[in-house]
């Protein structure tokens, strides 16, 4: 505090408990400054000023003391103001409804390390809640109550998954504290320029003013606005400073193209397969072979083609004389295949010739195979057998390449059927797979092949696949799961065996099943081959159950019935 | 003392709870699933049966209209109070979606409530009794001279180790270290003068308290010896002053003066713990006297204190102010009804005139160390890695204290006004501003900041 001791009797009270001799006519900085030194060094070895007997130097002294101490601070002043902020734009969205805004400010409590952890018990996990909190009011277009930003930026701080989210919902205001406190300068790297709006190619030159002389970061931000809105525009951007661009930002910029990938950017990936850094092409060649039609597909293909044939004569023919996919792996990984971005050099413990022959199989154009393989079907072509135990490894290739050609038909087929044994087992194709897989297919097509693998398979390997399908559950899904846990239930395991799909219901099931759900919260007769104590704990799983899908539908209805 | 129509804030609820573990519990606990036959009656009271791991669930009710403050029970073994079934059968009943329905209480809630009502009955005409009655007046007058005798004899033992201290300079204190005043204050617990004990605390602890501590010891050395002295000269001193010394050496007084009836606006709460004790102030506002009074509630600690008023309800109660010139403690006594909406703010003055009230202050207490004070249309600014509180219509500005400064609530303020005014009350004095509450420009509820 500025404090400005003021001389003047009357600012300052006289102590009526202080009689003292000393000086209380004397003013002004110095004179506290003495009496500090002397208390400081002692009485003993510096007497206060105006005190004759060394005996009561130290009363003298706390009397004037206090006297000043008391004085001081009457006498304190305010400062001079430090220069303002700049305000923050107002927020034009509506606010919040009132029982929306208490229920984030309960949201927002729930954050780890607010209390004791432990066993859940039968209350929601709200923290869990808050992604799908966001979602909701952003789509919803309400703003953030201003007073709750800092609880929600220091929750994005700890939760990368949820900063976009919270960052659309705290709008400009959040930057605008960001700027303030270091704590937040997450939200000034994640928003693109720091929040300033970025020029499109409606503005070219401060579109080429900011790629010419912009931060990585804003570049990358401003090449991907870019992208999104004019794919033609991002790529003569980019294609204009490519030559003296750094390998790992070629890399990134590189990245930019997966948005609105089109056939009018071959030349252009054409030229980067010949880039000095061996990621840039491999990048490239990714690109240009998810492009069925570019000129590398075309080469892939041939060159893959060239590998896999039918082979009536190879081995004993199946029943009905079913034919045998013969596969014949490259023998050499020449300069073209390289140029075209496979690598050379196989990673420790696998042979060179299938590492080679899954990297073209991966990248040809699916389309080739029905012709070359009799005119079969996807389906037909999964069915046949395959010679000399090529078939993880070719069956591996195809999923890559539909998952990156985005391909159904295929994916269907390298799915199979979701009540298959082969399907919750180790086939030719894991888990991981099949989930990569699902994301091609339909939402509705995804939920209903999960729930038949959840019938057939039950829960232990389902985690993954549940991950790709879409929120809220369809029925169907949701049915399969609850009948699967009711199932591992009478089974008489423990509910944390399946705490993660658990965990997964509570965020992902449709509120409208928590009446289905009642009937099983209620804690079981013990039977006998129940593990001990195990129903009192599916009660209370179940129970967690139904309230977290209450709780999602109360927040739905806050945010969309104000 | 009707309840109906007013529903408390999430945040006015979960300011009851005693610390943030039960927070968090309540806070899980405020939606429907694990509650059932939940109700609230028109007199105040909710109750409901809350679903835990046993096979029998807990009984709940809060009594939300006692004129004392809320009241709660439940059959749950937590030691808590409130435990998180209250808290969240009252976050329950606070949300709105209808899951605490009007109706008539179950018998067992029905006889606590009624148990609990008669024995405040009871108590009240034993306390109305009592008072006519206070025991032996001459027993009560032997004991109050005791006490002042040992008061003197520890006020002079003060006094003889201040200047003991000054003798030999304010930088040996610095090498003696915390041991020292330690056993002073214990020297002053033991002259049963409280007042004088925590001071001397604080003393020990300035001299690790980072550059310019021996300013700060001066200061509070000669705070200290105000306060002595006062004491040992209080026949001469005037009425209110004495009384002021008598409060701050920690004798126990009684809050005395007239009720005043208002419509008193909860400006602030806050709690502060040390190992035995949690402390809680509450700051309210007079819509009709203009008063600003504390509340003080203490709790053992790891419990919070009873008493619990929402920032930005009013309530119709009456207070009785203790004595001493300039203190701003009074005691809460009748209420007339439960806390409602307030509806306004209290007025607020520039940052010159906060500034210049607290210097006045200091005419009535010397030993205060800041003021309750509402300030109008304050921007908070940065100043470097202070902040402080700017007057939008103005040059002058306020620091905060460097406590305030590390709060989050800092955080609020600033998110709240977004560089333009707001109106703050908090208290004043000579280590700056410490705010306690924020009103938006424009409309909008109090949001505290402590």
Known sequence: MTSSPVPASAAAPAPASAPTSASTEASGGSHWEELVTVALLGTTRRTPSGVTSRRDAPTALLDAAAVETVRRRAGMRPGRAAARVEPVAEDTRPPLPPAAARRLTMLLADRPGAGSSGRRGAAPDLKELLPQWLATANRQGFAAPPQALPALLDAARGRTDIRPAVLAFAGPRALWLARLNADWRFALRAAPGGGAVLPGSEEPERMHALWEEGLFAERVALLAAVRAQDAGAARDLLAGTWASERAEDRLMFLDSLRTGLSAADEPFLERALADRSRNVRATAAELLSALPGSALAGRMAERAGSCVAIDRTHGTPGPHGTPTIAVEAPHECDAGMERDGVVAKAPAGRGERSWWLGQLVEAAPLGIWSPRLGGRTPQEIVALPVADDWQGELHGAWCRAAVRQRDPSWSRALLGTPGAPEAGGPGAVSLAERAKLLGTLGVEERAEWVAGFIAAHGLSEAFQLLGVCAVPWAGPLGRAVVDALNIARDAGSYPWSFSGVMGLAERCLDPAEAVRLEGLTAVPDESENAAPGAGGYWAESFQRLVTTLRLRAAIQTELTHP | ?450
Not at chain 2, 343 to 355: C, K, L, S, Y
Request: net charge neutral; aromatic share 6%; hydrophobic share 40%.
């Open chain 2, 1 to 450: 003392m009707t309840q109906q129509g007013v529903r408390w804030t999430a945040d006015q609820v979960l300011a009851l709870a005693p610390d943030t573990a039960s927070r968090k519990a309540g806070s899980k606990l405020g939606a429907a699933g694990p509650w059932s036959e939940a109700g609230s009656s028109e007199e105040g009271t909710v109750w409901g049966l809350c679903r835990g791991s046993g096979s029998k669930p807990y009984r709940t009710v809060i009594d939300i209209a006692d004129s004392t403050g809320p009241a709660y029970k439940c059959s749950c073994p937590s030691r808590k109070f409130p435990c998180k079934h209250a808290l969240g059968l009252l976050l329950l009943w606070a949300g709105e979606d209808g899951a605490v329905p009007k109706g008539q209480a179950p018998d067992w809630a029905e006889e606590w409530i009624e148990g609990r009502r008669k024995r405040a009955d009871d108590k009240r005409a034993e306390d109305a009794a009592g008072s006519a009655s206070a025991g032996d007046p001459a027993a009560a007058r032997r004991r109050a001279e005791r006490r002042a005798e040992l008061i003197t004899a520890g006020a002079s033992e003060l006094e003889q180790r201040l200047t003991d201290l000054l003798r030999g300079g304010l930088a040996s204190a610095e090498r003696r270290g915390y041991g020292l005043w330690e056993e002073t204050a214990a020297r002053m617990v033991d002259a049963q003068a409280p007042g004088l004990a925590a001071r001397v605390r604080e003393l020990g602890a300035i001299p690790s308290s980072g550059p310019g501590w021996p300013v700060r010891l001066l200061e509070e050395c000669a705070l200290l010896h105000l306060l002595d002295q006062g004491w040992l000269r209080r026949a001469a001193l005037p009425d209110g002053l004495a009384a002021t010394v008598r409060s701050r050496i920690g004798l126990p007084g009684s809050a005395d003066g007239p009720p005043v009836r208002d419509r008193w606006l909860v400006l602030a709460q806050y709690d502060t713990a040390d190992s035995r004790l949690t402390t809680r102030r509450i700051w309210l506002y007079g819509a009709e006297s203009g008063r600003t009074a504390l509340l003080l509630s203490y709790g053992a600690a790891g419990r919070a204190p009873e008493l619990a008023l929402p920032v930005g309800l009013t309530l119709d109660a009456e207070l009785s102010a203790y004595p001493g010139a300039g203190q701003s403690r009074a005691a809460l006594g009748e209420r007339f009804a439960a806390p409602e909406p307030a509806g306004f703010r209290p007025p607020g003055v520039d940052v010159a005139r906060a500034v210049a009230e607290y210097g006045e202050a200091l005419r009535d207490d010397p030993w205060l160390e800041s003021r309750p004070v509402t300030l109008a249309r304050v921007i908070p600014t940065p100043d470097g890695d202070d902040w402080q509180l700017a007057d939008a219509d103005g040059e002058l500005a306020l620091p905060l204290t460097p406590a305030a400064r590390s709060r989050s609530g800092l955080w609020r303020l600033v998110a709240l006004s977004g560089g333009a005014p707001v109106t703050v009350f908090g208290e004043c004095g000579h280590r700056g501003f410490s705010p306690l509450t924020a009103w938006p420009q424009g409309a909008g509820e109090a949001v505290t900041l402590c």
